[in-house]
């Protein structure tokens, strides 16, 4: 048969032709190839984040020199999060966790001229989960806190949060004699004058080897040759087994030749009238080893940096957690590094990381705490260079998945392996913020104290068998406590209201609940500041700032990726118009915050570690915490941090903030020592003045103690009578025997004039208890006996409003002011006016937002309504329970309900106001009742809002 069905499917087609079928079907498999090669700057870091594949690729040549020693190793300082490894096509290992060193000999599959070396590196959602590009929130085993190195992206990268991946740490090539030192660690005894060096000896060959080691030991940052060339035999006595037969090598003495893989030994080296590592004076000592095989040849040599010094915590005689350095007694103050210091390394910024490093002993920080993660090893070696202590934590946030015990035990084990030589390290932990009941997930996660507690167990020993000398805290911020060890919790009550514990007894002296006859640590503390202004003008994308007059009149911080000031400062002041104003009053909170609580763990002698949450930050609004910025611009917090941190520290605490004439002041004046030793000789004076006089000045012997804060007693005194509001500047300073001030605090208080008696009449509904009556005796009204005869009412409750119902209107509706007081929580409508009183989120706030015309109007200013004294309590507490939604009522003090999901709360009140005929109901939910006697600021805003 003949014809079409016989026609050939495939025929031979032209070069062209078949270029063009190759192009065709090209198309139609791209969007199933994982993407095109790129090249990139190694290190390497950036998305993609959560299930994610991405191949590096590199054709190395080499020549018969790299080859004839004998092993090449290809070595990676570090590669997030997994690792796969290829040589010319060959898979030679594989290793997972993002901070290790790891390295595998490649010599086998290894030949002169061009090799490829491929490395796959997977990236997956971490064990809290992340949100990949996609949008979607996946949990998996990736073993991640949050804060790593960051990228340039402004909306997710510039956070430094998003589990990124890729080869982010150097990687090369390393040629290698067959034996060789894969390991030095060499730990210092210093209460015997000597140390041990742990050597780690590799082999890469199947037969044994013997050695001989040589040793000379100088000084690394000082000169001195403490010994020179001494050799060491590795040998050992065998020993015979209790009930074990007879042998005959009993008791015998051998050499130990090195066997296949690594070996370990363990030399001690005597270093008398040694130089001991402090913080003002790192001395570092440089050990030379050099390793030659049985033939006396040099194999190998390799050198170490070490530092002569001791770290312990007390963990037996009370209080427990006692820290000494060196055998003296040490609190941690410094701060939180996110992201900063690993760009320096990754940039090769060396100068970069040693200024980063001495602006915080700038600040007077001795420690900075590597959040929830190891570092590179460059940073540790210039803290150890520089005297900058550090915590190293483990990159373990909340809990641990189940399936991933081993590896987290593992991940401890490279922890302490990466930094035990540095003795900068004094402190590691485990886990960040570990929650109960597995956050919620305990499907997934151990779900209970006393199995965490055993991997804190597994995890000791890895971590000890590293390093016996190591101090564990096992937990930083724990909120399932008591964790193993030191009790540390996180303190965010300057920003998360509520968080922690009330503000107010905590600035009075109180702590969370911890283990008895233990002090504590306080890992995280902060609140937020935004950039300076230059900063956001140099980095920001355009759409983040006003472009206009119209634009920068309705702008907020909302339109800043991932900040918080928007959404929080309703808490804490008055909103802002103009970004220059959000700027300037966002960094004065943050001053202030840090101020407040800095000084307060100085003047707690319990606490023994704080850190702030941040120091510098990674990128351009980054984490906007930081109290530096990315171009290293100190924030006012900067500077109120640092003086807080002062070694000697005067301070004075005052639960009033402000003052009427005729009241008596009790100051509480303190000085706080981190030094060891007691100054001699030396006073403390204070002087406080008033419209430019000196009003009292007293002077005392100072009552110092070693590293303790100590109470200076009462500064007391009557407060004059003034014309006009004013301020009283009191300022406490500690003085030496030559009566120079070596250090000086200060507070301001607001002083208003006695208040004059109202003409008005005031009117009460409510019995002789209720808050409506304590606001009456407060405010210096003459009291009317009826209604009617008052031009003021105040209403307790909306059960005497329902009872009172058409006498209140029509006293109202006559011209008369009611108001309705702390009403409880509910749907009301008066006359047709409908408003909502709901509960605060986010805790009870501290602060209140005077309205723009009652300012106007009186000598009110925007702060006044902010960490009111309460003497019931006899500390700052809340004022604000209840907030109002009212659209159509006058605002005279605003709120807002606070969230974490960056909608603007904005349209809230705290007082409002709604005309009825001639007169005026007034809603009010700031707590007033008991408070405005010793918080004049109340006084002068009801009088201001009564006023006919």
């Known amino acids: 048969m003949q014809g079409d069905a016989f026609k050939y499917n495939h025929q031979i087609s032209t070069k062209e032709e078949l270029q063009l079928e190759l192009d065709s079907i090209k198309k139609h498999y791209a969007g199933f190839l994982k993407g095109d090669w790129q090249e990139v700057k190694m290190p390497h870091y950036g998305p993609p984040i959560g299930h994610a594949v991405t191949y590096y690729s590199k054709e190395i040549i080499l020549n018969e020199d ?175 087994g209790i009930g074990d037969l007879v042998k005959p090598t009993d008791w015998q003495t051998k050499s130990l030749p090195m066997q296949y893989g690594v070996n370990y030994i363990k030399i001690p080296i005597s270093i008398s009238d040694f130089k001991c590592w402090e913080t003002n004076t790192p001395w570092l000592y440089n050990l030379q080893i050099k390793l030659s095989d049985a033939t006396n040849r040099e194999v190998d040599k390799v050198n170490k940096n070490f530092g002569m010094r001791s770290f312990h915590m007390d963990t037996v005689n009370i209080p427990k957690g006692k820290m000494f350095l060196n055998g003296k007694p040490i609190r941690l103050r410094g701060a939180n590094s996110m992201g900063f210091e690993q760009n320096d390394v990754k ?47 483990l990159p373990l946030f909340g809990g641990l998945r189940v399936n991933q015990f081993s590896e987290a035990v593992k991940q401890a084990e490279e922890m302490e392996r990466l930094v035990r030589s540095h003795p900068s390290t004094v402190v590691v932990t485990y886990m960040n913020e570990r929650f109960p009941n597995a956050e919620g997930s305990p499907q997934r996660s151990f779900d209970n104290s006393q199995a965490i507690y055993k991997v804190f167990a597994a995890m000791d020993q890895a971590v000890l068998l590293s390093n016996p000398d190591r101090v564990i805290k096992a937990g930083d911020g724990d909120y399932d406590p008591p964790s193993p060890g030191l009790p540390d919790a996180h303190c965010y009550n300057t920003w998360y209201n509520g968080h922690a514990l009330d503000l107010g007894k905590f600035y009075k002296g109180y702590w969370q609940l911890i283990k008895p006859n233990w002090l504590y640590g306080c890992g995280e503390f902060g609140a937020e500041g935004l950039d300076p202004l230059n900063t956001m003008l140099k980095y920001y ?187 009283a500047h009191v300022k406490l300073g500690v003085f030496n025997e030559q009566g120079i001030c070596i250090e000086h605090n200060s507070l301001d208080l607001e002083v208003f004039p006695t208040f004059k008696k109202s003409t008005q009449k005031l009117f009460v ?16 009204y003459t009291i009317a006996s009826v209604m009617n005869n008052a031009q003021v009412l105040i209403v307790d409750g909306p059960a005497e409003y329902e009872k009172n119902k058409t006498e209140i209107n029509a006293f109202v509706k006559n011209g008369g002011k009611a108001i309705l007081n702390e009403w409880p929580n509910g749907d009301y409508e008066i006359e047709s006016n409908k408003f909502n009183i709901q509960s605060t989120i986010m805790g009870n706030y501290y602060f209140a937002n005077i309205s723009n015309e009652v300012l106007s109007s009186s000598t009110l200013k925007p702060k006044d309504f902010f960490m009111w004294y309460d003497k019931s309590k006899d500390y700052i507490q809340p004022i604000l329970y209840s907030v109002i939604k009212a659209p159509n009522f006058k605002p005279l003090a605003t709120s807002g309900l606070c969230n974490f999901a960056g909608e603007d709360p904005a349209g809230y009140l705290a007082t409002g106001s709604f005309k009825y005929g001639k007169g005026q109901f007034i809603v009010n939910t700031i707590s007033l009742a008991g408070r405005i006697k010793e918080n004049p600021a109340g006084v002068e805003f009801l009088k201001t809002i009564l006023k006919k």
């Open 541 to 727: 994308p355009k759409e983040w700032l006003p472009q206009n007059d119209d634009e920068n009149k309705i702008w907020t911080a909302n339109k800043i990726s991932k900040s918080q000031t928007n959404t929080f400062h309703y808490m804490w002041y008055p909103t802002q118009v103009g970004l220059d104003n959000w700027i300037n009053e966002s960094q004065n909170f943050q001053a202030w915050a840090m101020k407040l609580v800095a000084e307060s763990f100085r003047r707690d002698a319990r606490n023994v570690s704080a850190a702030v949450h941040l120091f510098i930050d990674a990128w351009p609004a980054g984490w906007m915490k930081a109290i530096m910025d990315v171009d290293r611009q100190p924030k006012k917090a900067f500077f109120t941090y640092r003086n807080a941190l002062a070694p000697l520290l005067p301070s004075i605490r005052s639960d009033r903030n402000s003052f009427t004439a005729g009241d008596t002041t009790q100051l509480e004046a303190w000085i706080s020592n981190d030094q060891n030793n007691i100054p001699l000789n030396h006073t403390i004076q204070y002087e406080v003045f008033i419209n430019g006089k000196a009003v009292v000045r007293q002077m005392a012997k100072a009552d110092i103690l070693s590293n303790a804060p100590q109470f200076q007693g009462f500064i007391k005194f009557v407060v004059p009578e003034v014309a006009s509001r004013t301020i």
């Open 765 to 780: 509904l409510g019995d002789k208890l209720s808050k409506a009556n304590k606001i009456a005796a407060d405010l210096n």
């Open 66 to 240: 790299m080859l004839s020693l004998g092993s090449l190793f290809t070595c990676f300082k570090g590669v997030d999060y997994k690792a796969e490894v290829y040589f010319n096509n060959v898979f030679i290992g594989k290793h997972e966790g993002f901070f290790a060193p790891f390295e595998f000999d490649v010599i086998k599959y290894a030949h002169q001229g061009k090799n490829t070396l491929l490395v796959k590196v997977i990236n997956e959602p971490t064990t809290t989960g992340s949100v990949d590009e996609k949008g979607v929130h996946t949990v998996g085993n990736k073993i991640y806190a949050a804060g790593g190195l960051g990228y340039d992206e402004p909306i997710e990268g510039w956070h430094i949060c998003p589990p990124a991946m890729g080869i982010y740490q150097d990687c090369y090539l390393e040629a290698r004699s067959t034996l060789f030192v894969s390991d030095v660690f060499v730990r210092p005894i210093t209460n015997e004058s000597k140390a041990e060096v742990w050597l780690e000896i590799f082999n890469t060959q199947t037969n044994q080897k013997n050695i001989s080691i040589n040793l000379s030991l100088y000084g690394e940052n000082f000169k001195d040759t403490v010994f020179e060339n001494q050799t060491y035999l590795a040998s050992t006595t065998h020993i015979p």
């Open 347 to 393: 940039n090769k910024n060396w100068n970069q990381l040693i200024d980063d490093i001495l602006l915080a002993k700038l600040a007077n920080m001795n420690f900075l705490r590597f959040t929830q993660r190891p570092v590179q090893s460059e940073v540790y070696d210039y803290c150890d260079k520089l005297g900058m202590l550090n915590q190293t934590d």
